[in-house]
């Protein structure tokens, strides 16, 4: 059993050929659960709806930090609302992102802490996105008291010193197709390091294909280079390290 915390199943990349990718993941892979993101008005609404069409496919909702100038107090409203809908598990994608800097960076860091507090406020862990913004993005953490609902830190790009800031904050780590990644010495080290039990995998499909796909588009079965990887890195089956992440996963996500 194999659990892909991290897809964007309803990216126009996969219009012509979603079901069949889906079908793909379940029967040839062995993915059994997959939680897709939504991180804006559009994604949000797509990905509550294929959520409604699969019983193994639920859903997070959020305000990338790429969207973060677009995200109004109608949206954060919309979102808070959203925690009642039965296949919402997780807020987010939300965090900062400093490399493309889409949206001015005290922009991103106001929607980034509101979200935070939907999120004390009903409960729901957390999916962060942090790219060249590791400091801040712990900062935030700290000073929202984030480790009150913990999540996952989505595609760890961090080093062993911000792993272990975030393992305090009550934070898994998200690894994905980085991992297989030949040249990929910092994944490989966190994958080596990262406590078992606060451990997850993930494809951010149609992004970031892990070897030998590199550079072509991801897909959601794709997720089980990434624990073979892990495996082999760790020492363990493929059967042990997916039993480990898919129960890391109910736990954080609240699934049975």
């Given amino acids: 059993m194999l659990f892909d915390t991290h897809a964007h199943l309803n990216d ?40 409604e069409a699969h019983d193994f496919i639920y859903t997070a909702v959020g305000w990338h930090p790429h969207d973060a100038k677009d995200c109004t107090e109608q949206d954060l409203a919309w979102i808070r609302e959203l925690t009642q809908h ?38 729901y862990p957390i999916i962060i996105h942090d790219r060249d913004a590791h400091e801040d993005v712990v900062r935030i953490l700290k000073e929202e008291n984030a480790d009150e609902v913990g999540g996952v830190m989505h595609c760890f ?20 197709g980085p991992v297989t990644f030949k040249n990929a010495k910092l994944p490989k080290e966190i994958a080596r390091l990262v406590p078992l039990d606060r451990l997850l995998v993930e494809t951010d499909c149609p992004y970031l294909a892990p070897h030998p796909y590199r550079g072509k588009r991801n897909e959601t079965g794709y997720v089980r280079l990434v624990a073979e990887t892990i495996a082999e890195i760790r020492g363990l089956s493929l059967s042990e390290l997916a039993h480990v992440t898919s129960e890391n996963a109910k736990r954080l996500f609240k699934l049975s």
């Avoid at 949206?103 to 935070?116: G, N, Y």
């Avoid at 790009?157 to 994905?176: A, R, T, V, Y």
Wanted: some cysteine; glycine content about 10%; overall charge negative.
């Fill in 86 to 123: 039965p296949k919402v598990v997780a807020l987010g994608e939300m965090g900062l992102d400093y490399y493309w800097d889409n949206s001015p960076r005290e922009i991103q860091a106001d929607i980034f802490r509101k979200q935070i507090a939907i999120a004390r406020e009903t409960g």
């Fill in 157 to 176: 790009g961090g080093d062993p010193e911000i792993m272990e800031e975030c393992l305090k904050l009550n934070f898994m780590i998200g690894l994905g």
């Fill in 12 to 51: 126009p990349q996969f219009a012509d050929d979603r079901e069949q990718v889906i079908k793909r993941a379940r029967e040839e892979f062995g993915v059994d659960m997959i939680v897709n993101v939504g991180y804006n008005r559009e994604t949000i609404r797509t990905s509550l709806e294929l959520a």
